[in-house]
C-alpha cells in the first residue's frame, strides 16, 4: 500500500506566507446509506450531492466505467442510486459527478465497497488553522461514507486510541491544541458501527503529521535559474546544517498535491523536475525532518516562473530619440517583471551592447549612450536578460530609431550652413543631392553628406537624393523624400510679447556697444600706462565683455520658439464618502459611514466632523476603503462629514461634504451637470448618499418635480434630450425613501443652467492609447482652429490644468497635457475646453483613461473559435472575475479600444460582424471600474483571429533533438500560432493517433518515454480543433525520428581546417564502416539534421559554402543502414569549427606566482583552443616577440631586474602562418623587495628631493623681484617707473592746455625731486 503523506504546515502556511489562494471547482460529494443498521449490506443506497450548484444530470462511475446516470425532470442538489444488497458483482470502487454548463464536474472522492463483511476505507486528511510551530492548532478529518459510525483516532507506536468521536454526518474531525514534538508521528483512522462492534473498516491511509521550528531553516535554490520555459528541466536543491534527514519540497498553490519527499544525500536533497509545465509555476519552499518527525523551520519561498513567454517590454528615449551629435542620451526599459536582468541591442548586432542586471533593474536604471555619432545611429530595442539558458520567447512593444544629426534645424539664416545627410541600408557607389530650384544643382558625396550654405539667402529651397550602386552605376534610385529648407518665418503682425523682446535684444546690443566705447575710450586716455596695471584692466574689461556676451546669447536661446509641453501634477485623488445601514426603512436605526480611495497607495482614512478628526482606520488590503459605524444616529452625530485618504508623503482633498440633519430629513445631494449647448443633450447628476432611495428633479418656479427616478444606486442622472431655451433655470434635487409616507432629505444646492454662445469644441485625443500601464508616460493633445486661445483640462469634470495663449505663434492653437508618470488613481474620464476673454468652447469628447494593472487579468475566449471563415462573425467572451464592470476588446496595432461595453455581471461578449482579412490580429480585453478611476485589471492573454479559408501550417520538432540514444526521453512538439486548439501527431504507418486536447497555448506535447526501436518513425501533426468547421486543416512538417547507438561510430573531418575566414568554403567529410549507408550531419544546439546524403561509397561530403559567424559550432555526423532505415550509429567523435578573421584570443597564466625575487624563474603558460599552433611571448616595451614555442611554456629570468612588467601572448595556426589570434589578457610580473628594488626606491627619493628644492628656489627668487617690482626711484636714476598715484594724476592732467605739471618727467634737468610712494 503506498503511503499517503500530509503535513500539518500545508494548509495554515497559506496566510501567514501571503500567498493568494486559488480557485478550486466544487467537487461533488458521495457517501452511503442504508435501511437496516443490523445488516447494513443488505439494502444500500448511494448519494450524490452538488456542494455549489443545483443540476438536471448526475452520473454515477464504478470502476471507471459508466454504470447509471439519472436525469431529473426538474433541478436539484442531490440524487440517489440504489444498489441494493451488497454482492461480488456490485464490489469495485465508485465516483459521482454532476453536470455544469459546459461539461461534467470534477468527480467526487473514490468511495471503495469490498465485501459484506468489512467497511468501507476512510478518507483521512489534516487542515491547519495556524503556522506550524509549537502551539499551533490542527484539525484532523476522517470521513467514513456512511452516518452514525463511531470513528477512532490512532497513533503508531501506541496501543489505545488517541480519541474517538460518534458524529452525526459521516465525518468526524479530531482537534490537537497546543502541537508539541510528542504529537509528531503517524496517525491512522478507522470506523465501525455502533449497533455492530465486530464490523470494521478497513484502516485509512496513514498520515504523517510533522511540526515545524525544531531545526534550523535550510537554503533552497533552483538550477538553472528559476524562470524557464515549458518542456524544460529544473532541479531543486534544498540543503541543511544536519545529515541524514529527510527533505520535503512544496508549492504553495497546490499543497495537498505538490508535496514530494526525499531522503538525503549527506546533508541535501534534489528534486528533479525533467519536463515543466505551465502549472509547475508557483512559490516553493521546502524543510526537512528527522526519524521522530521533528521538523525544520521553512526555507525561504523561491518563486519560479514556467511560462512561454515573457511579457514584453518597452523603450522609451531621453530627452528626444532626434539627438545631435556629441550629446548624451538615455534609454530606460521598462518592464512588468522585477528582479530580471534587461539588454539593449541595436539592429545588426551580434549581441547586447549594455546589460543591466536584476538590481539595476529594480532601481529602474537606464541605459546610456554618451557623445553620441553617427555610428550609434539605429533601430534600438530592449528584452529580458537571463543569465541561464532558456527558450522562452521575449519580445518587445516598440523599437526606438535614434537619428543622430549635426545641425539644428531646416531654418538658418543667410550666412549659415546646414549639413544635410543621406542615409540607407547597404552600401552605396555614390550619393547625389538634387535641389528642385535649381535644375544644374547636383551635388555628389561619398559618404552621403552635404553642406549646403545660405549666400545672399539663395540656399532656401526643396531638395531630395539619390545613389547608385556598384553592380550598376548607369541606374540610380528613386528620389528621397524632399527635405524644405527655409529661413526663419518673418510675419507682420507684431505682439506685446515679441515686442518685449525685440527691446530688450536691442538694449542687450546698445549696452554692448557702450562698453566697446568705454574700453577704447579708457585705452586712448591711459596709454602711458606700466604693462602689469594695462593687463589687469584689459583683464577685467574682457570679463565684462564676455559676460555681456553670454547674456545675449542666452537670450537668443531662450526666446526661441520651443514646443512646450505643460505637465499636469496630478493631485492625490479625491476618496468617497457614503452611508450604508441594514435597515433600509428605518436607516438611522443603525449607520455605518464608508470612505473609499481610487488610489492603490492609500495607508489610512480620516474621517472629520465640522472640521475636527474623530476616528482613523487603516483600509482593506483590496478594496481600499474603510468603515466608520456611528450605530444609531442621536443628536450627537448631526453635523458635517468629510473624509480624506492619507498616502506616504501626501493627503488628500476632502471628499464632498455628507450632511446629517437628523432622523426625520435624508443628508443633502450633490448635484451637478456639464456646460449646457443648446440642441445637444444634457445629463444632471444627483449624487445622494445612501443606496436604495429615489431621486427626484425640481425646477424653480414649479411645485412638481421635473423627473423621478427609482432606487439605482447612490446616484441618478437626469436627462434632458435637447436643451433649449425654454429649459434654462434654477434646478435642485431631492432624495427620498421608497416606501410611504416618504422621508425626503434637503434639497440640493441650485444649479444654474444658461445657454450661453460658445465656440465649436476642440479636438482631444491622446498621443498614444489610453490604455496605459501605471508608470507610463501619457500626453493629452487639445487642438482648435481658433488663434490665441487658453485651455483647461478637465479630469472627471473637475479642472487639473490650464495653458496661457500662445502670443508669440500665430496660426492654431494647441496645448500639450503631460502626465510624466501615471498613478493607479490618474484614470478617469477626461476632456478639454478653450476659452478667450469671455467666449468658452464646447467640452470636447471625453477620452478614457484606464490604468491597468490594479485587478487579476481576465480570460478572453473565441467562439466558435479562433479561427473563422471571411465573411461569418464572431463572438469574442471576456470573463472577468467582479460584477459591474466596464470592459473593452483592444486589438493590436490600433490607437484606442474598438469597443466597449458594460456588464452587469462578469462577463460580456463583443461581436466582430462579417469579418474580413483586415480583422486578423491579436485581440486581448480588459476590465475597469468606472466609479473610481478607471482602475483596471491587467490585460488579458492575446488571442490570436485568424480570418481564412485555411488553418496556419504548424511546425513539428523534438526536444531535446530527433536524434536520439536507445532509452532516452524526446518530446514531440507541436507549435503554431493558433491557440486553444487541440492537436493530432500521426506516425507513418500507423493508423491510431495521439491527441492533445485542449491546448491553452500555441503548442501541444507529445511526450514519448524510454525510446525503443517502436518509438522509430515519421511523425506529423496538425490542428483538431473542438468545433464544427469547414476550414481546411493542413499537415506539418515530416519528422523523422532517429535511434542511435546500434552501429559503429563513424569518423568527421573537416576541409580546409576547423578554422575558416567568413565567406569561405568548408566540407565535413564523415567517414563509415558500412556500405549502403545514409549519412546525417548534426550541428549542437539543432533539433533537426542539417544534411542528409546517401553516397555509393563509405564517406558522404558535407558541403558548406559561404560560411558565417552563425556556422561556427560543435559537428558530428551518423549513419544508417538503408535496410534499417532511422536505426544509426553511434555519434562521431565532435568537431568544432569557428568562422573567424581572427581565431580565439588565448589564455596566459604564470607559474607558481606572478611575483619572483632576483635569481629565481617564473614560467608563463599560454593555452588556446586550437591544435597545432605555435605561440609567441610579448613583453610590453619592447618591439620584437620576447619569445616563441610550440607547446605555451615560456621561462621569465629576472636578471638585474629586467624580467618584471606585462605580458601577453598569442598565437598562429603551422597551416595559416599569416593569421594570428588575438593577444590575450595581460598578467603582470612584479618582483619582490630586493637590493635592486631598494636601490631604485633610494634613487627616486634622491630625484624628488632636488626637485622640490629647485622649486621653492625659484619661488623665492620670484618672490623677492615681484616685491622690488613696484618701487619708484627718480634721484639719479634714468627709470621711468612710477608708482599708480603718479600714474593717476598723469591721467587726470594731460591734455589740459596751459596747465602746469608736478611730474617728475616736467622738472627742469639738473633738479633732482624725491616723491613719497606709498606701498
Not at 522562452?392 to 534645424?409: D, F, G, Q, R
Not at 440640493?748 to 491622446?766: A, C, D, N, R
Not at 550509429?1129 to 569557428?1138: A, D, V
Request: hydrophobic share 35%; net charge negative; proline share 7%.
Amino acid at each position: 500500500m503506498m503511503l499517503r503523506t500530509f503535513n500539518l504546515f500545508l494548509g495554515c502556511i497559506w496566510l501567514s506566507l501571503g500567498v493568494a489562494s486559488m480557485a478550486v471547482e466544487p467537487q461533488a460529494e458521495l457517501w452511503i446509506e442504508s435501511n437496516h443498521p443490523h445488516a447494513p449490506w443488505s439494502n444500500i443506497t448511494l448519494l450524490c450531492r452538488s456542494p455549489a450548484r443545483v443540476s438536471s444530470k448526475f452520473l454515477l462511475m464504478k470502476d471507471n466505467t459508466q454504470i447509471s446516470w439519472t436525469r431529473s425532470s426538474y433541478k436539484t442538489f442531490q440524487v440517489s442510486f440504489f444498489i441494493g444488497a451488497l454482492s461480488e458483482s456490485t464490489t469495485g470502487v465508485y465516483r459521482c459527478c454532476y453536470w455544469k454548463e459546459k461539461g461534467w464536474s470534477k468527480p467526487s472522492k473514490v468511495l471503495e465497497l469490498q465485501s459484506p463483511d468489512q467497511l468501507p476505507k476512510p478518507i483521512f486528511w489534516i487542515e491547519a488553522k495556524a503556522p506550524p510551530l509549537p502551539g499551533c492548532n490542527a484539525n484532523i478529518l476522517c470521513d467514513g461514507w456512511i452516518q452514525d459510525l463511531v470513528f477512532v483516532l490512532l497513533k503508531e507506536g501506541n496501543t489505545e486510541p488517541v480519541d474517538y468521536q460518534v458524529p452525526t454526518g459521516t465525518m468526524a474531525i479530531f482537534s490537537i491544541d497546543n502541537l508539541a514534538p510528542e504529537n509528531e508521528g503517524v496517525y491512522l483512522c478507522r470506523t465501525h458501527f455502533q449497533m455492530l462492534p465486530t464490523l470494521w473498516s478497513e484502516p485509512s491511509n496513514p498520515l504523517k503529521l510533522v511540526v515545524a521550528g525544531l531545526y534550523p531553516k535550510p537554503t533552497l535554490t533552483a538550477h538553472p535559474g528559476p524562470i524557464l520555459a515549458p518542456g524544460e528541466s529544473l532541479s531543486f536543491r534544498c540543503q541543511g546544517p544536519i545529515y541524514g534527514m529527510t527533505f520535503v519540497l512544496m508549492r504553495l498553490e497546490g499543497l495537498k498535491k505538490s508535496s514530494y519527499y526525499k531522503k538525503a544525500v549527506k546533508n541535501e536533497a534534489y528534486f528533479d523536475f525533467k519536463s515543466l509545465k505551465t502549472q509547475d509555476t508557483g512559490h516553493y519552499l521546502c524543510l526537512y525532518y528527522d526519524a521522530s518527525y521533528r521538523g525544520s523551520l521553512l526555507s525561504d519561498i523561491l518563486k519560479v516562473w514556467v511560462t512561454e513567454t515573457f511579457p514584453k517590454t518597452w523603450l522609451l528615449v531621453q530627452p528626444s530619440p532626434v539627438i545631435q551629435m556629441g550629446q548624451n542620451v538615455s534609454l530606460r526599459c521598462q518592464g512588468l517583471m522585477d528582479g530580471v536582468g534587461l539588454a539593449l541591442y541595436k539592429e545588426e548586432e551580434e549581441g547586447p551592447l549594455q546589460i543591466l542586471d536584476g538590481t539595476s533593474n529594480d532601481d529602474n536604471k537606464s541605459f546610456l549612450l554618451t557623445n553620441v555619432t553617427d555610428k550609434d545611429a539605429g533601430i534600438y530595442s530592449c528584452l529580458y536578460f537571463l543569465n541561464w539558458k532558456t527558450s522562452i520567447k521575449m519580445e518587445t512593444y516598440n523599437t526606438v530609431e535614434l537619428m543622430v544629426v549635426a545641425w539644428p534645424s531646416s531654418m538658418f539664416n543667410i550666412g549659415k550652413t546646414i549639413t544635410l545627410q543621406c542615409r540607407v541600408s547597404h552600401p552605396v557607389l555614390e550619393f547625389s543631392l538634387e535641389w528642385e530650384e535649381k535644375a544644374t544643382f547636383p551635388k555628389f558625396s561619398v559618404n552621403g553628406e552635404f553642406i549646403v550654405t545660405n549666400i545672399e539667402g539663395q540656399g532656401t529651397g526643396t531638395y531630395s537624393c539619390i545613389f547608385s550602386i556598384e553592380a550598376h552605376t548607369d541606374i540610380c534610385s528613386d528620389p528621397s523624400k524632399p527635405q524644405k529648407l527655409a529661413r526663419p518665418r518673418v510675419t507682420g503682425f507684431l505682439t506685446w510679447n515679441s515686442f518685449i523682446n525685440e527691446v530688450f535684444r536691442m538694449s542687450l546690443f546698445v549696452q554692448l556697444i557702450s562698453l566697446l566705447w568705454l574700453v577704447l575710450w579708457i585705452r586712448w586716455r591711459c596709454r602711458r600706462l606700466r604693462f602689469r596695471e594695462a593687463w589687469l584692466l584689459g583683464t577685467a574689461q574682457g570679463v565684462a565683455m564676455l559676460f555681456i556676451l553670454m547674456a545675449l546669447l542666452c537670450c537668443g536661446l531662450c526666446t526661441g520658439a520651443l514646443a512646450e509641453e505643460i505637465e499636469v501634477i496630478m493631485p492625490t485623488p479625491k476618496p468617497e464618502l457614503w452611508a450604508e445601514t441594514n435597515f433600509p426603512l428605518a436607516p438611522w436605526t443603525n449607520l455605518t459611514l464608508w470612505c473609499r480611495s481610487p488610489s492603490g497607495s492609500t495607508k489610512e482614512f480620516v474621517l472629520l466632523k465640522d472640521g475636527t478628526g474623530w476616528i482613523a482606520t487603516r483600509p482593506a488590503s483590496e478594496q481600499v476603503r474603510a468603515a466608520f459605524p456611528l450605530g444609531a444616529l442621536t443628536h450627537s452625530h448631526t453635523g458635517s462629514y468629510h473624509c480624506h485618504s492619507w498616502e506616504e508623503m501626501a493627503v488628500s482633498e476632502p471628499s464632498e461634504a455628507l450632511e446629517l440633519v437628523g432622523t426625520d430629513i435624508l443628508p443633502k445631494p450633490v448635484i451637478s451637470a456639464s456646460l449646457p449647448v443648446r440642441g445637444q443633450e444634457l445629463q444632471i447628476r444627483c449624487k445622494g448618499w445612501l443606496e436604495g432611495l429615489g431621486f427626484a428633479l425640481f425646477k424653480k418656479g414649479e411645485q412638481e418635480p421635473v423627473q423621478q427616478l427609482g432606487a439605482i444606486g447612490r446616484e441618478a442622472f437626469f436627462t434632458i434630450q435637447r436643451m433649449e431655451d425654454k429649459d434654462q433655470g434654477n434646478y435642485s434635487c431631492r432624495t427620498h425613501t421608497q416606501m410611504q409616507p416618504f422621508k425626503w432629505s434637503e434639497p440640493s444646492e441650485p444649479l444654474e443652467l444658461v445657454i450661453k454662445e460658445t465656440y465649436p469644441k476642440p479636438f482631444f485625443k491622446t498621443w498614444a492609447s489610453p490604455v496605459v500601464a501605471p508608470g507610463a508616460r501619457v500626453t493629452f493633445n487639445c487642438s482648435t482652429s481658433h488663434e490665441h486661445m487658453s485651455f483647461i483640462l478637465y479630469k472627471d469634470d473637475t479642472e487639473i490644468a490650464s495653458s496661457d495663449p500662445a502670443w508669440g505663434k500665430p496660426g492654431s492653437s494647441a496645448a500639450h497635457f503631460l502626465i510624466i508618470s501615471v498613478g493607479i488613481g490618474d484614470g478617469g474620464n477626461y476632456s478639454c475646453r478653450y476659452y478667450d476673454f469671455s467666449i468658452w468652447s464646447e467640452p470636447s469628447d471625453p477620452v478614457e483613461l484606464i490604468v491597468t494593472e490594479f485587478y487579476p487579468k481576465p480570460t478572453l475566449l473565441a467562439q466558435p473559435g479562433p479561427v473563422v471563415l471571411p465573411g461569418k462573425n464572431v463572438t469574442l467572451r471576456c470573463q472577468g472575475i467582479f460584477q459591474a464592470m466596464r470592459f473593452a476588446l483592444l486589438q493590436e496595432g490600433t490607437h484606442a479600444p474598438i469597443q466597449f461595453q458594460s456588464a452587469s455581471g462578469t462577463s460580456v461578449d463583443f461581436l466582430l460582424h462579417t469579418v474580413g482579412a483586415e480583422d486578423s490580429g491579436n485581440y486581448s480585453c480588459i476590465y475597469y471600474e468606472t466609479t473610481m478611476s478607471n482602475r483596471g485589471s491587467y490585460p488579458s492573454t492575446p488571442l490570436m483571429i485568424w480570418v481564412t479559408d485555411t488553418f496556419p501550417r504548424p511546425w513539428l520538432s523534438a526536444e531535446p533533438s530527433s536524434v536520439v540514444t536507445m532509452g532516452q526521453n524526446v518530446t514531440l512538439w507541436c507549435q503554431g500560432p493558433v491557440r486553444g486548439v487541440g492537436y493530432i501527431l500521426h506516425k507513418e504507418g500507423k493508423a491510431a493517433s495521439m491527441q492533445l486536447w485542449g491546448s491553452t497555448s500555441n503548442e501541444g506535447a507529445f511526450p514519448i518515454t524510454n525510446i525503443s526501436g517502436a518509438s522509430i518513425g515519421r511523425y506529423s501533426c496538425c490542428y483538431h480543433p473542438d468545433w464544427i468547421s469547414s476550414i481546411k486543416i493542413q499537415p506539418s512538417n515530416t519528422l523523422e525520428l532517429m535511434v542511435t547507438g546500434l552501429l559503429p561510430k563513424p569518423s568527421l573531418l573537416v576541409q580546409p581546417g576547423p578554422m575558416v575566414a567568413p565567406g569561405e568554403n568548408v566540407t565535413l567529410q564523415c567517414q563509415g564502416e558500412l556500405p549502403d549507408s545514409t549519412f546525417v550531419l548534426l550541428k549542437e544546439g539543432d533539433q533537426q539534421p542539417l544534411q542528409q546524403q546517401r553516397p555509393s561509397g563509405y564517406r558522404a561530403d558535407f558541403w558548406m559554402p559561404v560560411v558565417r559567424d552563425q556556422d561556427s559550432g560543435v559537428y558530428s555526423c551518423v549513419y544508417y543502414l538503408d535496410s534499417a532505415p532511422l536505426v544509426a550509429s553511434n555519434h562521431s567523435n565532435s568537431l568544432e569549427i569557428w568562422v573567424t578573421d581572427k581565431p580565439p584570443k588565448p589564455s596566459l597564466s604564470a607559474w607558481p606566482s606572478t611575483v619572483f625575487k632576483l635569481g629565481k624563474d617564473i614560467t608563463l603558460q599560454c593555452r588556446g583552443p586550437l591544435p597545432g599552433v605555435e605561440f609567441v611571448l610579448e613583453h610590453d616595451g619592447e618591439e620584437a616577440p620576447q619569445q616563441f614555442s610550440e607547446d605555451g611554456d615560456f621561462v621569465i629570468n629576472n636578471l638585474e631586474g629586467k624580467g618584471i612588467g606585462n605580458y601577453s601572448c598569442s598565437y598562429r595556426l603551422q597551416d595559416y602562418p599569416n593569421i594570428w589570434s588575438e593577444p590575450s589578457d595581460a598578467v603582470e610580473l612584479v618582483g619582490a623587495a630586493g637590493p635592486v628594488a631598494q636601490e631604485c626606491t633610494v634613487g627616486n627619493i634622491v630625484r624628488s628631493t632636488l626637485i622640490v628644492v629647485v622649486v621653492v628656489a625659484l619661488g623665492i627668487v620670484l618672490a623677492v623681484e615681484w616685491k622690488k617690482w613696484p618701487r619708484l626711484r627718480t634721484r639719479g636714476s634714468e627709470t621711468d617707473g612710477r608708482d599708480q598715484t603718479v600714474v593717476l594724476e598723469e591721467c587726470n592732467q594731460e591734455g589740459e592746455a596751459g596747465t602746469t605739471t608736478n611730474s617728475p618727467s616736467s622738472a627742469s634737468p639738473g633738479i633732482s625731486v624725491e616723491v613719497t610712494v606709498p606701498i
